[in-house]
């Protein structure tokens, strides 16, 4: 690594941290005017913004770029109204930061508080999708944090007129541009990894194997967004033309996200009518059905039994017919991500005992698993999802970017009256914020 990188990778995150200090006083009304002008230069660069992604999406061709990668990388007219739309949504939401989460006399004149305030200064390595570094720069300056971009290499000019806009609307308000930087080299992101002086977390968005690499390159908290090994479990009481639609939506409303059905479990009760009814339509749509020794039986065309821990983001789903619903939860525990998984039944104690006991971030009774998405929870956009066991988990939106900070107040109050034979007693004596 030369030393030019890692003295821009230091730089940008010295720019990001002071820019970051300034931006976490500024008052709600600062920031969501910041979110307006981003929006409204995002507008005005819009042809800039797509003509670069046409070059992106080109050179990834020649390049050979996987099918469900491609899918990510291209940002269309709709995609960016779309996010231009997230981010005066995000401007919309409550602000996260200042509140006073614990209000309480610890003695008479001696006041503790704990108050909600920005992380710092966040570092995002995303894969090749741009619209995402208008979701996660929106979100940032919400909760008061700078942010250091990493892109995937093939979205490097789309992100670049992205970030170009941020930064020119920013230009007009009281946030300095310097709060979000953008790294374009896999350089770049490994000097990013050393400089917890700077970086508060890192959030990396990719495959196990990479998230891995991240955690073990770094000494900076790392808050894991890996594979989507989503399931649809099909219940002996599903009602089959509500699996059937629910199935197709999961698997083929967009295959290339994280949320999208890898593989369906079928109680083997319903299996003998639900899978030609369900294969029926989902290969008139282009998916390859992949299923174990028990659902060639029943559909003796379809392909090998597949590797339950593939993620495909394509047109490919895994088939496996179960016996039980236990076997379903012990299989999705044992195979899954733990990011999103969803039982089909018109048993109420199935669905309890499956929202229970399935170890996600997600579990879903009756619907698809693509609502597992920040703006459709109401975040406004999402950094990432977290399948990791401790919170944030799930969609990341404004509360997965803050943490919170202890107030004392005094008035000459030592702790050694506190204690001793003749130790004053604390009150303990919470206020009523309401």
Known sequence: MTAQVASSSLTAAQQTRL?????????????NQALEAIAGALESARDEIIKANVTDCEAAVVDGIAKPLYKRLQLDEHKLRDAIKGVRDVGKLADPVGHIQIHRELDTGLILKRVTCPLGVLGIIFEARPEAAIQIVS??????????????????????????????????????????????????????????????????????????????????????????????????????????????DAKTHYPAACNAIETMLVHALVAPTFLPKVATVLENMGVELRGDNRTRQILPNIASPSDWQTEYSDLILAVKIVDC????????????????????????????????????????????????????????????????????????????????????????HIAADYTGADAKPFTHRDFNNT
């Open 19 to 31: 820019a970051a200090l300034k931006l976490a006083v500024l008052s709600t009304e600062q920031r």
């Open 139 to 248: 979100l940032a300056i919400k909760s008061g944090n700078g942010v250091i971009l990493k892109c995937g290499k093939e979205a490097v000019r789309s992100c670049e007129a992205i970030v170009k806009a941020i930064k020119q609307g920013l230009g007009s308000t009281a946030v300095n541009p310097d709060v979000v930087q953008l790294l374009t080299t896999r350089e770049e992101t490994l000097e990013l990894l050393k400089l917890d002086k700077y970086v508060d977390l890192i959030i990396p968005r990719g495959s196990n194997s990479f998230v891995r690499f991240v955690q073990e390159n770094t000494r900076i908290p790392v808050l894991g967004h890996a594979d989507g090994i989503c399931h649809l479990y099909i219940d002996a009481a599903a009602d089959i033309e509500k699996g059937v639609t629910i199935a197709v």
């Open 325 to 412: 619903l236990e076997e379903a939860i012990e299989h999705i525990n044992n195979f899954g991500s733990k990011h999103t998984d969803a039982i089909i039944t018109e048993d109420s104690n199935a669905a309890a005992t499956f929202l229970a006991l399935v170890n996600s971030a997600g579990v879903y009774h009756n619907c698809s698993t693509r609502f597992a998405d920040g703006f459709r929870y109401g975040f406004g956009a999402e950094v990432g999802i977290s399948t990791q066991q401790i919170p944030p988990r799930g969609p990341v939106g404004l509360e997965g970017l803050i943490t919170y900070k202890y107030q004392v107040t005094g008035n000459g």
